[in-house]
């Protein structure tokens, strides 16, 4: 019996589905449906492709309540701009929860993966960051850093940004793109110590290897987000962080273990903790998150497969409403 199935392109999905309240709050009922406990959701696939400077990640999440669920296959190849083509692309599935078949095709190109990126980060400070936020840093200088700003900006209307990048002219346009899209001061700061004294929140964006944030740079109200770290390889944060910081979380322990910036900590034996708070815990008030002004607090984010259920999910849903899309049958 055939069936019908939308595909969607990339620009299709940049005029339907915007980086708002909605898209975060669809995000953060995925945090919460992870943590209790009912969400199946494998660990990632992930490939390296040394030869290229490539990767490969595949997630994946079934979200009891939600209608369908995604598979997502995400290559990043960092040599691409070198010749023109972007860092990042890939693509969503979208499979019915009911009967298993594809209700839609998202040829996104990454663009829904940035977007469910960047509205994590904000569900990270909704709950984690200090009420008040003046300035914000951003270390890094890609598509993240200007959206994990402009993500948090709906959560915390901050009025002031730092840019940190190791190209000074890079972190530049960072700035100007951030001044311009958020209509509020934003500069690049040469000196990523003093972007990280100036700041209550901070935000690293980066495929580091190497710690880009150090331990004596942190100060009592801080909060720092960390999502480039996403594979064994990387670390962004210098691993007496963890152990230093009132309180950290992990998006997921089983992957922040394996990907993220608390395998480097383990490592460096300098994780005495016992088992982290997840970031679901802390929405559903079961994990300790801020518990006073002056804490400092760090939210750790690999990227799940819940979060590309909900955004692929809310995609379909706002597609429908909008008639955007081809519908072929299959």
Same mark, same amino acid.
């Not at 990632?44 to 598979?71: C, H, R, W």
């Not at 001061?185 to 040469?190: S, V």
């Given at each position: 019996?055939?069936?019908?199935?939308?595909?969607?392109?990339?620009?299709?999905?940049?005029?339907?589905?915007?980086?708002?309240?909605? #898209? &975060?709050? @669809?995000?953060? $009922? %995925?945090?919460?449906?992870?943590?209790?406990?009912?969400? +199946?959701? *494998?660990?990632?696939?992930?490939?390296?492709?040394?030869?290229?400077?490539?990767?490969?990640?595949?997630?994946?999440?079934?979200?009891?309540?939600?209608?369908?669920?995604?598979?997502?296959?995400?290559?990043?190849?960092?040599?691409?701009?070198?010749?023109?083509?972007?860092?990042?692309?890939?693509?969503?599935?979208?499979?019915?929860?009911?009967?298993?078949l594809v209700e839609a095709l998202f040829l996104?190109?990454?663009?829904?993966?940035?977007?469910?990126?960047?509205?994590?980060?904000?569900?990270?400070?909704?709950?984690?960051?200090?009420?008040?936020?003046?300035?914000?840093? #951003? &270390?890094? @200088?890609?598509? $993240? %850093?200007?959206?994990?700003?402009?993500?948090?900006?709906? +959560?915390? *209307?901050?009025?002031?940004?730092?840019?940190?990048?190791?190209?000074?002219?890079?972190?530049?346009?960072?700035?100007?793109?951030?001044?311009?899209?958020?209509?509020?001061?934003?500069?690049?700061?040469?000196?990523?110590?003093?972007?990280?004294?100036?700041?209550?929140?901070?935000?690293?964006?980066?495929?580091?290897?190497?710690?880009?944030?150090?331990?004596?740079?942190?100060?009592?109200?801080?909060?720092?987000?960390?999502?480039?770290?996403?594979?064994?390889?990387?670390?962004?944060?210098?691993?007496?962080?963890?152990?230093?910081?009132?309180?950290?979380?992990?998006?997921? #322990?089983?992957?922040?273990?394996?990907?993220?910036?608390?395998?480097?900590?383990?490592?460096?034996?300098?994780?005495?903790?016992?088992?982290?708070?997840?970031?679901?815990?802390?929405?559903?008030?079961?994990?300790?998150?801020?518990?006073?002004?002056?804490?400092?607090?760090?939210?750790?984010?690999?990227?799940?497969?819940?979060?590309?259920?909900?955004?692929?999910?809310?995609?379909?849903?706002?597609?429908?409403?909008?008639?955007?899309?081809?519908?072929?049958?299959?």
């Open positions: 019996m055939a069936h019908e199935i939308s595909i969607l392109t990339e620009a299709e999905l940049r005029k339907t589905v915007k980086l708002d309240l909605t #898209v &975060i709050d @669809t995000v953060e $009922q %995925a945090f919460a449906a992870l943590a209790s406990g009912e969400v +199946v959701m *494998p660990p990632i696939l992930s490939m390296e492709i040394p030869q290229a400077n490539g990767e490969v990640d595949v997630k994946t999440a079934y979200i009891p309540g939600f209608d369908g669920f995604a598979i997502k296959v995400s290559p990043g190849f960092f040599d691409n701009p070198k010749i023109g083509l972007p860092s990042l692309n890939g693509l969503m599935i979208l499979f019915s929860a009911k009967t298993g996104d190109n990454g663009y829904l993966t940035d977007i469910r990126t960047a509205a994590a980060g904000a569900v990270a400070a909704r709950h984690m960051a200090p009420e008040t936020v003046e300035t914000a840093g #951003v &270390i890094g @200088t890609g598509v $993240q %850093a200007r959206l994990q700003i402009e993500a948090a900006h709906l +959560v915390r *209307p901050f009025r002031k940004v730092l840019v940190w990048g190791r190209d000074l002219a890079n972190a530049e346009r960072c700035a100007a793109d951030i001044a311009a899209s958020l209509g509020i001061e934003a500069r690049a700061e040469a000196d990523p110590a003093r972007l990280v004294a100036e700041s209550q929140l901070v935000v690293t964006t980066t495929p580091s290897r190497e710690p880009v944030l150090k331990a004596e740079w942190l100060h009592p109200g801080l909060h720092i987000t960390a999502m480039g770290s996403d594979q064994s390889g990387k670390n962004e944060l210098d691993p007496e962080i963890l152990d230093e910081a009132n309180a950290y979380v992990c998006d997921r #322990v089983s992957q922040c273990e394996k990907l993220g910036e608390l395998r480097s900590a383990i490592e460096a034996g300098l994780w005495t903790k016992g088992k982290p708070a997840e970031l679901g815990q802390v929405i559903s008030g079961a994990g300790k998150g801020r518990t006073s002004a002056g804490d400092i607090t760090v939210c750790d984010l690999t990227g799940t497969g819940a979060q590309d259920t909900a955004i692929a999910t809310l995609a379909r849903r706002l597609c429908i409403a909008a008639g955007s899309g081809t519908v072929i049958t299959a």
